[in-house]
């Protein structure tokens, strides 16, 4: 033990206690819910507007300096939506997502309260559908100037 923990017990403004007696008590399972809530088609729209921003962009301006950042680009986006793809399979995980035949009957709870199918993907699709018209427009204008 340390010189400053020991002085700090000796004048008493700490002291040692004993583990608790239920520390070596089994763990109870927690079930644990993998899955994002939503029909796994939205995932796949979102992903495939951000790849094809990035075909938009490599097939505009394709030199053989961009080659390798848009490969990357297009490998960390299949990463950052790739990895929770799997991390919803992993074992022991009882959930499914959401059809989308039952997301379109009821629709999804959010923190703002319930919205109809029609506006959880809208608001889920309203950013990755704007990053591919931006990309179009980027293009026209390149085109055009």
Known sequence: MSKQVHDILARGDARIVEA?????????????????????ALYGATVGCYLAFIG????AFSTPGLIIPMVIFAAIIAAGFGVPALWTRLRDNDSVPMTMGKFAQAGI?????????????????ILPVLIVLWACTVVVIAALV
């Open 20 to 40: 608790p007696a239920n520390a070596n008590a089994p763990r109870n399972q927690v079930e644990s819910d993998r899955n994002f809530g939503l029909p796994t």
């Open 56 to 59: 938009i962009m490599a097939a």
């Open 109 to 125: 709870m959010t923190n703002t309260g319930r919205l109809a199918a029609r506006d959880a993907t809208i608001q889920m699709l």
